[in-house]
T-cell receptor
Framework: AQTVTQSQPEMSVQEAETVTLSCTYD???????LFWYKQPPSRQMILVIR??????QNATENRFSVNFQKAAKSFSLKISDSQLGDTAMYFC??????????????FGKGTHLIIQP | GAVVSQHPSWVICKSGTSVKIECRSL??????MFWYRQFPKQSLMLMAT?????????EQGVEKDKFLINHASLTLSTLTVTSAHPEDSSFYIC????????????FGNGTRLTVT
């Protein structure tokens, strides 16, 4: 079984600052994906960014980027030029790929990110 | 983009009754659907995986007889909470996937269940 650990229950930064959310995971699998999801107060799950384990290049989506360290099993999310709308819960998630199929997601406990005006 | 509709968005029921939650993929055929449970201020926990036309696979610790999952078509999966108790009160979220291997997961908006 795999585990996902987010060690920061809550973080608060000023608008326009850069913030990094940490995530570590433990798995014996070699073929997997990692994700960051955003959950605003509406509770809708919104995909922020994903990373394929076989890719060495870190994924980037506009203001969001990851630092994927496979050997260290670390997958941090950096948010640049943070905006008020970034305030939300952020979940790191792991998905195993096996036998032509894919499992459900294993989520970390989440980090509540607050962007202060 | 792909849409997953979950209904109802909230429901209140009396202890001992059963409640059905629907998860529909509106513009794609979902070969696999997943059901998650989220307690207040906590993470999402995978409850079960359902594939169209076959029995659901439940995660360890999830009672199969209490949480009945049916995936009768490629666009609809249902979760029925049977003989609900106050401790079943939670936020239930479904997600759907098209195809096998990696394909994007699409989440429903969730259902808030309150058992009185």
């Amino acid at each position: 079984a795999q585990t996902v650990t987010q060690s920061q229950p809550e973080m608060s930064v000023q608008e326009a600052e850069t913030v990094t959310l940490s995530c570590t995971y433990d798995t014996s699998e070699s073929n997997y994906y990692l994700f960051w999801y955003k959950q605003p107060p509406s509770r809708q799950m919104i995909l922020v960014i994903r990373q394929e384990a076989y890719k060495q290049q870190n994924a980037t989506e506009n203001r969001f980027s990851v630092n994927f360290q496979k050997a260290a099993k670390s997958f941090s999310l950096k948010i640049s030029d943070s905006q008020l709308g970034d305030t939300a819960m952020y979940f790191c998630a792991f998905m195993k790929l096996a036998g032509g199929g894919a499992d459900g997601l294993t989520f970390g406990k989440g980090t509540h990110l607050i962007i202060q005006p | 983009g792909a849409v997953v509709s979950q209904h109802p968005s909230w429901v209140i029921c009396k202890s001992g009754t059963s409640v059905k939650i629907e998860c529909r993929s509106l513009d794609f055929q979902a070969t696999t659907m997943f059901w998650y449970r989220q307690f207040p201020k906590q993470s999402l926990m995978l409850m079960a995986t359902s594939n169209e036309g076959s029995k659901a696979t439940y995660e360890q610790g999830v009672e199969k007889d209490k949480f009945l999952i049916n995936h009768a078509s490629l666009t609809l999966s249902t979760l029925t909470v049977t003989s609900a108790h106050p401790e079943d009160s939670s936020f239930y979220i479904c997600s759907a996937r098209l195809g096998t291997g990696y394909s994007p997961l699409h989440f429903g908006n969730g259902t808030r269940l309150t058992v009185t």
